[in-house]
C-alpha cells in the first residue's frame, strides 16, 4: 500500500527548494496523481485531452473544460499554490505533534485562516476508509478503550480567562459546535488498536453507552475476533456478540499476562499531548479532524517491520488527496440555517480563500 518516490523529499527542507520550484512541485504532484503520467480527466475519467503547457492544465475534449492537478482532490479551488499545498502536506504528515493554524501561516506566509483551512483539506486526506477489519478469529487480539478529550478543567471555572489559542478563537468566532458558550466541554472518543497489525482507529462518539460501543466494534472487528478493555460496564455484552472478551479491573491490576490496554493508551497520551500541547482548544464540532490526524500518523509510523521514513509518510498522504473534498461551507457550518444566521455578513467567513 505504501509508494516509493525517487524524488520526494526526505527532510522538510529538501520540501521546501523542491517544491519553490513551481515545474518540479507541479511534475512531483502529476506523478502522485498519476503515476506514469496516465493523466484522467477526473470529471469522466477518459484520457482525451491536450496539455496547455503555459498554464499547467488540461483540456478535456470529452467535458470540453479544463483541469488542473488539484480538480477532484482536498485542493480543488484553492488559490494556494502547490509548493505551499506540499509543503503543509510535508509538515501535517510528519510533526509528531501536528502544526497549529498560527505557525503554518507564518512558515507558508500565508494568512491563518487560509492555513486553518488548508490543515482541515489536509485532514480530511488523512482520513481512512475503515474497510479493513480488525482482528476476528486468526488475527491478532484488539485493545478497545475510550477517553475524553478537550475541555481543559481550568476552563470549567465561570472567572478563569479562555485561552486565547488561534484554533480556538477560530472556532469561537464561528459560534460552531459551542454547547454550553464556553466550546470546552469534554468529549468522548472511543478507540481500537489491532495488536498484530500494529493500527488504530478512532472517532469521536456521542456518549460511551453500550448500544454506541457495540456499534464501533461491530463495524470495525471481525466476529470471533479477541477484545481486551478494562471492566468498564458498557463491554460486558462482548461475549453475547461472539467476540472472546478479556478485561483488567484497573482498580486491581492494569496487566494480567497478555490482557492489558496499553497499547491504546500510548495513542491516548499521544493524542492529548498534540491537542494540549499544538492546538489547545479544539471545538467538539472540529475534534474529530484532530482524531484522524493522530490516527494517520501513528498507523504509518516507524515500526521494527514497516521502516518508514518522512519521506514515505509524505509521499503516501500525497497519494490520498485525491477523491476527498472539504468545503468552506461544510468545515464551518455555514449553510446550515441557524449557525449561517449567526454569522452571516460578518467576520473571516466572507474572506475568499
Ligand atoms: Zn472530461
Redesign the pocket.
Known amino acids: 500500500m505504501y509508494y516509493f518516490y525517487m524524488d520526494a523529499p526526505e527532510t522538510l527542507l529538501q520540501a521546501i527548494t523542491m517544491f519553490s520550484d513551481p515545474q518540479r512541485a507541479f511534475e512531483a504532484a502529476v506523478e502522485f496523481r498519476w503515476p506514469g503520467g496516465n493523466v484522467t ?6 484520457a ?2 491536450s496539455f496547455v503547457k503555459t498554464r499547467r492544465l488540461w483540456f ?4 470540453k ?1 479544463q ?1 488542473t492537478v488539484k480538480v477532484g482532490t482536498v485542493m480543488e479551488d484553492s488559490p494556494i499554490g502547490l509548493d505551499k499545498w506540499m509543503t503543509a502536506i510535508w509538515m501535517l504528515a510528519n510533526c509528531k505533534n501536528g502544526i497549529s493554524s498560527y505557525e503554518l501561516g507564518k512558515v507558508l506566509g500565508v494568512r491563518q485562516n487560509s492555513a486553518w483551512f488548508m490543515l482541515h483539506r489536509i485532514r480530511k486526506a488523512m482520513q481512512e476508509s475503515g474497510d479493513i477489519k480488525f482482528g476476528g478469529p486468526e488475527g491478532g487480539p484488539v485493545e478497545v478503550d475510550e477517553t475524553y478529550v478537550g475541555g481543559d478543567a481550568k476552563n470549567k471555572h465561570k472567572k478563569a480567562p479562555l485561552k486565547a489559542t488561534p484554533d480556538y478563537w477560530f472556532a469561537r468566532e464561528r459560534k460552531i459546535g459551542l454547547k454550553t458558550g464556553r466550546g470546552t466541554d469534554k468529549v468522548p472518543v472511543f478507540g481500537m488498536l489491532d495488536r498484530e497489525a500494529r493500527r488504530v482507529r478512532a472517532k469521536v462518539v456521542p456518549n460511551v453507552k453500550r448500544e454506541v460501543l457495540m456499534d464501533a466494534i461491530l463495524n470495525t472487528v471481525q466476529p470471533k475476533g479477541t477484545i481486551y478493555s478494562d471492566s468498564f460496564p458498557a463491554y460486558a455484552s462482548l461475549p453475547e456478540k461472539e467476540f472472546v472478551h478479556e478485561a483488567v479491573n484497573h482498580l486491581k491490576e492494569y496487566v494480567r499476562g497478555e490482557i492489558h490496554t496499553n497499547g491504546i493508551d500510548n495513542f491516548w497520551s499521544l493524542l492529548k499531548r498534540t491537542l494540549k500541547g499544538t492546538y489547545v482548544s479544539v471545538e467538539p464540532f472540529h475534534l474529530g479532524a484532530y482524531v484522524d490526524e493522530q490516527v494517520f500518523r501513528f498507523n504509518n509510523r516507524a515500526t521494527k517491520d514497516n521502516k518508514l521514513n518522512d519521506k514515505d509518510r509524505f509521499a503516501f498522504l500525497m497519494t490520498q488527496v485525491e477523491g476527498k473534498r472539504l468545503t468552506y461551507a461544510e468545515l464551518t457550518g455555514k449553510g446550515t440555517d441557524s449557525l449561517h444566521q449567526q454569522t452571516a455578513g460578518t467576520g473571516p467567513e466572507d474572506e475568499i480563500f
Open positions: 480527466c477526473p470529471r469522466c475519467n477518459q482525451k485531452h478535456c475534449y470529452v467535458c473544460k483541469f
